[in-house]
């Protein structure tokens, strides 16, 4: 049956692996053409008929993935199966994003290796040629988060790491909903990201809705959608979320904030797969694949009687649990390092790393804001200064020193139960400082006492959650 096929092109750089991956092929009945470099394989693919692409993304003389691009130009039609020595969900997602149809991540074994290529030929062979460029997405309604890849978010290679990343590779094939938990910060949306490109729903739309920062009076009307003149204001009619993630994902984010009216139609939506607009009365049929995170214990909502039991069950079939950063010991030097070289690069700066002294302190750093904070602090060092190596001098005034900042993340702030005293450490470390300044740390520290929850921080601060995730995305963006 392999013997009219067309050959497979594997490009391989390391010898030995290339040698390994081609005896395994070859026993299986394929036929194999190597390369071992980017040239040598945009050479052969012109010469070739090969549909099926064993790319790896780590070449000597061009990078993976904008030589996959080449080839998806020159031939759309291709398969392409790209393979990481690293592990790295993010580079993976990215890869999918470009074109990109499944990824090997090293080392798998043969099994792996040739469930993959027979789902490549039977997938090449079934559908027609795709598009040198991707359709448009769907039109996105209005208070959808926009989904990114922040440098850093999934780079590390902790143990608690890589079980994740392996979690990520085992369930993204299927159909089960994923319930990402997590302090904030800590790449939730990220993980559901690479759930989505790493299934057979990554052509289809990825849509992100947070459940937390939309008013509880139009969350349904995002969620399911509204016809024209359901209510005041409803001047046409608005596809909802679940509609614009057809063929794709829906990812609810803070799903636990969600009211209890509308956690009722999310239970039907999910028995009947069938949506219904505000103001409609005929269903439409959707097929979506959900996945949900949430900053706070999901078991503790249910027992507090704000989220459904029978809801939580039905959502809660794979749970990924996102590490705090200060339990993944170095990989905030990696997260650090990484940011700092692509955030220059964006500048048009050099820095040479982190000094000895910046990398002991950011390993006794309790990082309350997690990956996110990590990214912010790099960032504003990448603009300020000039480049060279990253010294403590760099580092902004807003980052506190070990001990103050583990004295804040420990103990609650501005207790309501006890009358507000002032501790005179801590108010000469705010003396001079600007007011806005001030602002941050008390929210970030606000939000370290309460585990990342914004609702709880917003509560004590008596502003509104959505308030503070304004905050929170316009110090990501600076």
Not at 184 to 198: F, Y
């Amino acid at each position: 049956m392999t013997a009219s096929l067309p050959p497979i092109l594997l490009i391989e750089d390391t010898p030995s692996l290339q040698l390994l991956y081609r005896a395994a092929l070859t026993k299986a009945g394929y036929a194999v053409i190597t390369a071992g470099t980017a040239a040598e394989g945009l050479e052969l693919l012109r010469e070739a008929t090969s549909q099926v692409i064993l790319l790896d993304l780590v070449l000597p003389d061009r990078d993976g993935l904008d030589l996959m691009r080449e080839m998806l130009q020159l031939r759309p039609g291709l398969h392409v199966v790209v393979m990481t020595a690293h592990g790295s969900i993010n580079k993976a997602v990215e890869a999918m994003r470009a074109g990109a149809h499944e990824f090997l991540v090293k080392p798998f074994d043969e099994a792996r290796l040739l469930n993959v290529v027979s789902n490549a030929y039977k997938t090449t062979s079934a559908k027609p040629a795709r598009a040198k460029s991707p359709p448009p997405a769907p039109p996105q309604p209005v208070a959808l988060a926009t989904s990114s890849s922040a440098t850093g978010d999934f780079i590390g290679s902790s143990e608690a790491m890589a079980a994740i990343h392996a979690t990520i590779v085992s369930v993204a094939r299927s159909m089960a909903t994923v319930f990402i938990t997590g302090e904030s910060g800590t790449g939730k949306e990220l993980c559901a990201l690479a759930v989505h490109g790493n299934s057979p729903r990554a052509n289809g739309p990825f849509i992100a809705l947070n459940c937390g920062a939309i008013p509880q009076d139009l969350l349904e009307s995002e969620v399911f959608g509204h016809m024209k003149g359901s209510f005041t204001g409803a001047i046409s009619d608005k596809p909802g979320a679940a509609t614009a993630a057809d063929g794709g994902t829906l990812f609810l984010d803070e799903v636990c904030e969600m009211a209890p009216a509308l956690q009722t139609k999310l239970l039907r939506f999910l028995q009947t797969s069938t949506v219904v607009p505000v103001g409609a009365t005929r269903p439409r049929k959707v097929n979506v694949r959900i996945v949900c995170a949430t900053n706070r214990d999901p078991m503790d909502a249910v027992r507090r009687g704000q989220f459904r039991e029978d809801l939580f069950y039905r959502l809660f079939v794979v749970p990924i649990h996102m590490p705090p950063l200060r339990e993944r010991g170095d990989d905030v030097i990696e997260i650090a390092e990484t940011a700092l070289a692509r955030f220059a690069q964006e500048e048009g700066k050099q820095f040479d790393g982190l000094s000895p002294e910046v990398r002991a302190l950011f390993r006794r750093l309790p990082w309350p804001g997690n990956v996110r904070q990590v990214l912010n602090v790099i960032r504003n060092v990448a603009v300020l200064h000039d480049g060279g190596v990253l010294t403590s001098a760099m580092l902004p005034a807003s980052l506190p020193q070990q001990a103050q900042e583990t004295l804040i993340a420990q103990r609650p702030a501005f207790p309501s139960d006890a009358p507000t005293q002032t501790d005179p450490v801590a108010l000469d470390s705010l003396l001079g400082r600007p007011l806005a300044e001030i602002e941050r740390m008390v929210i970030e520290a606000t939000l370290a006492s309460h585990k990342g929850s914004v609702p709880k921080a917003a509560r004590v601060l008596e502003l509104s959650p959505s308030t503070l995730y304004r905050k929170i995305e316009a110090w990501t963006k600076r």
